[in-house]
Structure formats: structure tokens, C-alpha cells
T-cell receptor
Framework: NAGVTQTPKFRILKIGQSMTLQCAQD?????MYWYRQDPGMGLKLIYY???????DKGEVPNGYNVSRSTTEDFPLRLELAAPSQTSVYFC??????????FGPGTRLLVL | GDSVTQMEGPVTLSEEAFLTINCTYT??????LFWYVQYPGEGLQLLLK?????DKGSNKGFEATYRKETTSFHLEKGSVQVSDSAVYFC???????????FGSGTQLTVLP
């Protein structure tokens, strides 16, 4: 049982480039989330999904897109990277309880 | 609006010292409350939780009591260890919004 996995662990992007952050969970959880964590701050919710085919915006969705074609996968897409998107990105999932399970994070640097 | 306010860090303690990290929340209704911990280079892990007033969550020697009258959920440990060095987040869950709201985190460093 791997839990929540994220790839890559670290990435450097140039301004204007695009990339997809991958997230997968093997716990058959319906709920999945994407957060960003800026230095010295708590986590901010970017997007979330309550099941395959259903996604919704969180607190800071601008500049990002998501899709949820399967229960297991919840990729986060950055179309035109900007320096303000330099952050650590965490994916999380949960089942019926309120407890969320987090992946190890992806550190993104936009230069 | 709804929010979580927790004690600012960083906090530096000697091994075996007593730890308190304060957390208060502002929310409509009675949310579930959590403490999550983030060890260096890792994702967040649930440390403990309480789902209703007067509940006490506990794990690994840490405790926190859900105080409705003071809207608080302070984290305590009687004797910290070097291995407790991490960032601690106070978090509450809104069932209506189906989202977690995070405090800003408190960096704890325990020195041998």
C-alpha cells in the first residue's frame, strides 16, 4: 500500500513553460486535493475532487487546471508558469473519514 | 471569515522540556479539529484529532483538548524529544465546505 505518491520530487521551470504534477493514491479514496505551501505559511487549497469526473476550485485556483478521469489519479496542470507559482505542492486524499493523507510533495521553482 | 490562528514560531526547546503550541479558531458551527505534523522533507501526517467539544486527542505523548468555550485546541507534550523537531499545523475541517483550513504552522526545534 503506497498511499499517496507524487512525481516529480523537484522541478525547475522557465517562465511560460508548462508542466503536469502527477498524483496517485491506491486507497480507493473518493476525495483528492491539491495544495500549495509557501514559505512560513499554511497550506492553501488549489483544487479538489469528490470523485472521478468531478472537480472544483479551491482558494487559489488561478493559473492551474486539474482533471480526474480515474479514482486513483489527480494531475495538476500549470499552463504558463510564473515566478509566483514557485512553491511546494502537496496532493492529499481522504475516504469517508475527515483525515487527509498527504503525499511527499513536489518542490517547484520557476525562474 | 473562518480561520485558524496558531502561535508563531520558531520555538526552540531543550530535550525533556514542556511544550505548548497555542491554537484558536474562528468558525461557524462546530468543526472537527486536528493537529498535523510535517517532518523535514516530508508531507504532512495526522498527529491527533478531536471531533466534538471536550474531546481530547492524543498520540505519541502529544495531547490537545477541544475547548468550545475558548474556541481553542492547544497542543501540549510533557517532555519533548529531539525527534519531535518538525512543523506543527493546527487545522480544522468544515463539513459544509468539505475542506481543511490550515494555520500557518509552528516550527519546533528540540536541542539535545
Amino acid at each position: 500500500n503506497a498511499g499517496v505518491t507524487q512525481t516529480p520530487k523537484f522541478r525547475i521551470l522557465k517562465i511560460g513553460q508548462s508542466m503536469t504534477l502527477q498524483c496517485a493514491q491506491d486507497m480507493n479514496h473518493n476525495y483528492m486535493y491539491w495544495y500549495r505551501q509557501d514559505p512560513g505559511m499554511g497550506l492553501k487549497l488549489i483544487y479538489y475532487s469528490v470523485g472521478a469526473g468531478i472537480t472544483d476550485k479551491g482558494e487559489v485556483p488561478n493559473g492551474y487546471n486539474v482533471s480526474r478521469s480515474t479514482t486513483e489519479d489527480f494531475p495538476l496542470r500549470l499552463e504558463l508558469a510564473a515566478p509566483s507559482q514557485t512553491s511546494v505542492y502537496f496532493c492529499a486524499s481522504r475516504g469517508l473519514s475527515e483525515t487527509q493523507y498527504f503525499g511527499p510533495g513536489t518542490r517547484l521553482l520557476v525562474l | 471569515g473562518d480561520s485558524v490562528t496558531q502561535m508563531e514560531g520558531p520555538v526552540t526547546l531543550s530535550e525533556e522540556a514542556f511544550l505548548t503550541i497555542n491554537c484558536t479558531y474562528t468558525a461557524t458551527g462546530y468543526p472537527s479539529l486536528f493537529w498535523y505534523v510535517q517532518y523535514p522533507g516530508e508531507g504532512l501526517q495526522l498527529l491527533l484529532k478531536a471531533t466534538k467539544a471536550d474531546d481530547k486527542g492524543s498520540n505519541k505523548g502529544f495531547e490537545a483538548t477541544y475547548r468550545k468555550e475558548t474556541t481553542s485546541f492547544h497542543l501540549e507534550k510533557g517532555s519533548v524529544q529531539v525527534s519531535d523537531s518538525a512543523v506543527y499545523f493546527c487545522v480544522w475541517y468544515s463539513g459544509s465546505a468539505r475542506q481543511l483550513t490550515f494555520g500557518s504552522g509552528t516550527q519546533l526545534t528540540v536541542l539535545p
